[in-house]
């Protein structure tokens, strides 16, 4: 890891259900092993599902934050080895657009927010919302996931292209997941990556890929992290490179803290 400055790092998707939670969630797993302090913010705020991976049950979420109830460190879930979960709440239909002033809130308590970490990840759910558009404008730095399906490719690309062209994102990374081969998920990230140059001007970065595993579906029922259960399984030694990718490169000029991505995201949101 360059440094002591903390990383935050949107995970996000054109389309849903291409493994952004699942993905996270390892993540955080893999950087915990490595003795990082982790925090996840389980931004999809209509229907989490972070907690769920985990196992948990928090008693408290965003909503009592945004409603004022509470503070965020009091709404802070324990997850595996030391792993510190902002929990969304799952059904609340008032959290699938933020107002203005909830993300004033959660820019505020955000900045009150003193406990240490050194990876930030932003689960920020799918799709071109606000929502979402609102969480990665507040990262450094986001990665879109995608599959080699031509729908996930395609609502990948309208994700990237209101990224960059509506929130002067430059530098984005993509992170092909359920690919059957190298070959598969490089063409996939070629797609993408052609189309990007050519009508954005924009050109995107290759995280690597995770295969296809059918024991993703068994550990998410066990409630388990997949690379916890299969540490040798090639899914694992593939999280663990993207990782430490990520880790040793960062992509923007750390230049800021939490609050001063929050704060860059309100003037843009
Ligand atoms: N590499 C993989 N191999 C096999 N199955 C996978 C893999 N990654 C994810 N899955 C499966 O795909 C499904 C969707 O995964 P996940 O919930 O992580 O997606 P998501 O992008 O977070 O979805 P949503 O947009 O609804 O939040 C899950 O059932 C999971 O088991
Ligand atoms: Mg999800």
């Known amino acids: 890891?360059?440094?002591?400055?903390?990383?935050?790092?949107?995970?996000s998707s054109?389309?849903?259900g291409v493994g952004k939670?699942?993905?996270v969630a390892n993540l955080a797993l893999f950087y915990a092993s490595l003795n990082k302090k982790v925090l996840i913010?389980?931004?999809?705020?209509?229907?989490?599902?972070?907690?769920?991976?985990?196992?948990?049950?928090?008693?408290?979420?965003?909503?009592?934050?945004?409603?004022?109830?509470?503070?965020?460190?009091?709404?802070?879930?324990?997850?595996p080895l030391g792993i510190m979960i902002l929990p969304a709440s799952s059904g609340i239909r008032e959290l699938t657009k933020l107002t203005d002033s909830h993300r004033l809130k959660l820019v505020s308590e955000l900045d009150d927010f003193d406990i240490p970490f050194d990876v930030f990840l932003i689960d920020t759910g799918a799709g071109i919302s606000d929502n979402v558009l609102f969480f990665c404008s507040a990262a450094q730095e986001?990665?879109?996931?995608?599959?080699?399906?031509?729908?996930?490719?395609?609502?990948?690309?309208?994700?990237?292209?209101?990224?960059?062209?509506?929130?002067?994102?430059?530098?984005?990374?993509?992170?092909?997941?359920?690919?059957r081969s190298e070959k598969e998920a490089f063409d996939t990230f070629r797609k993408l990556a052609i189309v990007a140059d050519k009508f954005l001007n924009l050109s995107?970065?290759?995280?690597?890929?995770?295969?296809?595993?059918?024991h993703v579906k068994d550990a998410i029922i066990a409630q388990k992290g997949f690379i916890a259960?299969?540490?040798?399984s090639a899914f694992t030694k593939k999280l663990a490179h993207i990782g430490k990718k990520v880790l040793d490169n960062p992509l923007?000029?750390?230049?800021?803290?939490i609050q001063f991505f929050l704060k860059k995201a309100l003037r843009v949101g």
């Open 14 to 16: 054109g389309k849903g």
């Open 252 to 257: 923007n000029e750390v230049k800021g803290t």
């Open 41 to 79: 913010l389980d931004a999809d705020l209509g229907l989490s599902n972070i907690d769920v991976l985990f196992g948990i049950a928090p008693k408290y979420n965003l909503k009592h934050v945004l409603l004022g109830e509470k503070k965020i460190k009091d709404i802070i879930a324990a997850g």
């Open 21 to 23: 939670t699942n993905f």
């Open 229 to 232: 259960m299969y540490p040798n």
């Open 142 to 179: 986001t990665i879109v996931v995608v599959t080699p399906e031509p729908t996930s490719i395609a609502d990948a690309y309208a994700l990237i292209k209101v990224l960059s062209r509506d929130f002067g994102e430059r530098h984005l990374r993509v992170m092909v997941n359920t690919a």
């Open 204 to 214: 995107i970065d290759y995280l690597g890929f995770l295969p296809f595993d059918q």
């Open 1 to 11: 890891m360059n440094g002591n400055s903390p990383r935050i790092i949107a995970v």
